[in-house]
C-alpha cells in the first residue's frame, strides 16, 4: 500500500515539476505549483514535514515583504541573483533536499509502520529545514542592518548590503530565529507524539546556524559573481538593471549559482549531522 502511495506521488508529481521548472517564465506561478506538488508529498509522508515546510513557506513570504518598499532593502537586492519571489528552482534548491530524505524515510517506513520522529533520518530533515529557513531569513532581514555588512573572508572589511558573502549581527540573529522557530515547531511534535529529547532543538539550531555560514562562505568563494562595468558594482547577476550593462565574470565558478550555493550547504549540514548524531 505504501508503496503504490509513493509510486502514485510519484507520477503525479515528477511530470508536473519537471514541466515547471523548465517554464522558467512562470516565475511565481511555478514557484507556487513546486511547492504545491511538495506540500502534497510531505504531506501524505508526515504531518510534522508538511507542518515544516508551511512554517519556512510562510515566514519566507511575511519577510520578503518587511520593509520591501525601503530603498536600503530594495538597493541590495539588486545585487541578489533573485530576491523576493521565489521561483521553482529556487524552491527545489531549499525544498529538494527535505524532499528528498522524505522519499527515503517513506522507503524506510514501508518496513517500519510506524515512523519515530526522533530517527536519524527525521532529524536530517528537520536540519534541512532549519538550514533553508535561516538562509531566508538572513538574506531578506540581514540586508536591512543599519550597519554595512563585514566580508565573512575577512571580517574587518565591510562590503555593500545584498553582496553575497556578507554577514552583519542583524543576519546572524535572523538565522538564529529562525532555526529556532524550526525547531519549536519540531519539538512541539516531538512532545505531542511524546519522543521529546532534549538535544534533538539544540542539533535542529546549530544546524540551521552552520548551514548559514556554510552558504555565506561558498558565497564568499566559489558562488559565481560578477562586476558592473559601469559602476563597478559586484553582483550575483549577469546583468545590471540599474545601469541597463551586461556585468563582466568577476569571481567564483561561472555554474556555481547561488541556489546551488543554497543546495549545496544544506546537504553539507545534513551529511555532518547525520555523522554526528
Ligand atoms: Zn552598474
Redesign the pocket.
Given at each position: 500500500m505504501l508503496a503504490l502511495t509513493l509510486l502514485l506521488s510519484l507520477l503525479v508529481n515528477l511530470p508536473v515539476g519537471y514541466v515547471v521548472w523548465k517554464k522558467q517564465s512562470l516565475t511565481v506561478p511555478g514557484g507556487i505549483t513546486t511547492a504545491g506538488i511538495m506540500g502534497f508529498l510531505l504531506f501524505v509522508i508526515h504531518p510534522l514535514f508538511w507542518t515544516l515546510l508551511i512554517v519556512f513557506f510562510g515566514s519566507s513570504t511575511v519577510l520578503t515583504r518587511y520593509r520591501a518598499k525601503d530603498e536600503i532593502k530594495q538597493e541590495a537586492m539588486t545585487l541578489a541573483e533573485k530576491g523576493g519571489e521565489r521561483d521553482s528552482k529556487q524552491v527545489l534548491a531549499n525544498g529538494g533536499i527535505p524532499g528528498f530524505i522524505a522519499i527515503l524515510i517513506l522507503i524506510q517506513q514501508s518496513s517500519i509502520p510506524i515512523l519515530d520522529i526522533s530517527d536519524s533520518l527525521v532529524v536530517a530533515l528537520v536540519v534541512a529545514f532549519a538550514v533553508v529557513n535561516a538562509d531566508t531569513w538572513a538574506t531578506e532581514l540581514g540586508v536591512t542592518s543599519s550597519k554595512a555588512p563585514r566580508w565573512i573572508l575577512d571580517p574587518r572589511r565591510t562590503v555593500p548590503r545584498g553582496t553575497s558573502g556578507g554577514i552583519s549581527t542583524k543576519g546572524l540573529i535572523a538565522s538564529f530565529l529562525a532555526a529556532s522557530l524550526i525547531s519549536l515547531t519540531y519539538s512541539l511534535f516531538l512532545v505531542a507524539y511524546g519522543q521529546f529529547d532534549v538535544s534533538l532543538p539544540f542539533v535542529v539550531i546549530l544546524g540551521g546556524l552552520l548551514g548559514s555560514l556554510i552558504d555565506s562562505f561558498l558565497g564568499a568563494t566559489i558562488q559565481a559573481q560578477y562586476q558592473?562595468p559601469?559602476?563597478k558594482?559586484v553582483t550575483e547577476k549577469t546583468f545590471?538593471d540599474?545601469?541597463e550593462?551586461d556585468t563582466e565574470p568577476y569571481r567564483g565558478l561561472a555554474w556555481f549559482s547561488n541556489d546551488l550555493v543554497n543546495l549545496v550547504s544544506v546537504v553539507v549540514v545534513v551529511l555532518v549531522s547525520l555523522l554526528l548524531w
Open positions: 558592473c559601469a559602476c558594482k545590471h540599474a545601469c550593462a
